[in-house]
């Protein structure tokens, strides 16, 4: 993947939150794509800072 097709930091935050918003309760394959979501909110954290500097 190009780090142009990564998403920000920002994107990645709001797809995680549309994503959890409003569940009370969780299937494993939801939670699975929760941890997936979670992860590339901070893969992209992470990124942003090296990127801007």
């Given at each position: 993947?190009?780090?142009?097709d ?11 939150r549309?994503?959890a ?7 494993p394959?939801?939670l699975?794509?929760?941890a ?9 954290e ?8």
């Amino acid at each position: 993947m190009e780090r142009s097709d990564l998403p920000t930091a920002a994107e990645a935050n709001a797809a995680l939150r549309a994503y959890a918003a409003g569940r009370r309760s969780w299937t494993p394959e939801e939670l699975a794509e929760l941890a997936r979501l979670r992860r590339a909110w901070l893969d992209a954290e992470r990124r942003e800072p090296v990127l801007a500097a």
